[in-house]
């Protein structure tokens, strides 16, 4: 194959007509400049794979950077962050996934409840049932991995979201969705929500690498099997470097807020518990690390992993979290390096 071969051209070739079929109508409203729907299809195919671009945007940026080296790396490619000619000769057998998909909406994809107006203050946050999404925009787009701007770039404005519309979506759609009958119900809706894939490798043991921003899953041969962008740490609360482990899973959880550990409270704030929802400090899972007050998490702000601070944890999107949640057990081994 020539080097000089297009994105486009490895990653279209010879699709299946019945695969073709299914592609979306192109939206009547073009897309932004900024949206290119060639890193749009590496993005989804390596969301599908377990090596997670952060937001599927269809922009270049440091998480689909970190995503192709974690991807390169596990298939033995010289690691160079970029969808060059080996990359995408690599990512060819997975085409199928195409970037969009046209869905039509149900009434469950829209149903509530919505928290809005959302509060800002913790009192004000505790005396609500639910931390839930402000919209349904916002509910659509975490679905679908991807942001609200990012569905009215690829639809028009006058789209109506009710059910029955059709609706163009980043391809986050899982391959099955056959979950462990013993889960919560609840916990299972959540992973159906975000379209977490039912089917995930088990991991051996977790690396948190602070130089590369990422959590890496191993296998018991030290394999990289899967990779997700975080926030880790700031200089107020660092990275807490060394071995722990996961003492377990705390499910759509609700959250204690101390202002005393947050160096960024005001001297006025007093400790409340918050309830459970997408939009709480830690969206919609908690994985309790050994160390005390330390946990990996989901945030109600995708958009900002890899680009703002955390208290020391480490904080994913909450599909990828509600992922690595799927793929851990209690007492599973954490390495945080530098």
């Keep these: ?162 059910p029955g519309s059709k609706i163009v979506v980043p391809n986050a759609l899982p391959q099955a969705q056959n979950y462990d009958s013993s889960l919560d119900p609840q916990w299972k809706q959540t992973l159906t929500t975000l379209n977490v894939d039912s089917n995930q490798p088990k991991a051996d043991h977790i690396v948190v690498d602070k130089s590369d921003g990422v959590l890496r899953m191993m296998d018991a041969n030290d394999k990289l099997i899967a990779q997700f962008s975080a926030t880790m740490g700031s200089s107020h609360d660092p990275l807490p470097l060394g071995t722990w482990k996961i003492n377990g899973n705390d499910y759509n959880p609700k959250f204690r807020y101390n202002p005393a550990l947050f160096w960024d409270a005001s001297k006025t704030a007093k400790g409340a518990m918050l309830p459970p929802g997408p939009n709480g400090p830690v969206g919609v899972v908690w994985m309790d690390l050994s160390k005390e007050h330390y946990g990996i998490h989901g945030t109600p702000n995708p958009e900002t992993i890899g680009r703002a601070e955390s208290h020391g944890c480490i904080r994913l999107t909450n599909w990828d979290a509600a992922r690595v949640a799927m793929m851990i057990h209690s007492g599973i081994k954490a390495v945080f390096q530098a």
Aim: charged share 15%; proline share 10%; aromatic share 4%.
């Design 1 to 162: 194959m020539r080097t000089s071969v297009k994105l486009a051209t490895v990653l279209a070739m010879t699709l299946p007509l019945t695969v073709a079929a299914q592609s979306p109508k192109p939206s009547t409203t073009p897309a932004a400049a900024g949206l290119d729907r060639n890193t749009l299809h590496v993005q989804v195919i390596l969301d599908h794979l377990g090596f997670g671009p952060g937001v599927l945007d269809g922009r270049q940026g440091q998480s689909l950077v970190a995503a192709l080296k974690g991807f390169q790396e596990a298939k033995g490619l010289p690691i160079t962050g970029k969808a060059d000619i080996r990359t995408l000769q690599a990512l060819y057998p997975y085409r199928a996934l195409r970037p969009e998909a046209e869905v039509t909406l149900t009434p469950a994809m829209l149903a509530g409840p919505y928290t809005k107006p959302f509060p800002k203050d913790p009192q004000e946050q505790a005396q609500l049932a639910t931390l839930g999404y402000k919209s349904p925009m916002e509910k659509l787009a975490e679905m679908f991995h991807t942001t609200p701007a990012v569905l009215l770039e690829l639809n028009s404005p006058t789209t109506r979201l009710a």
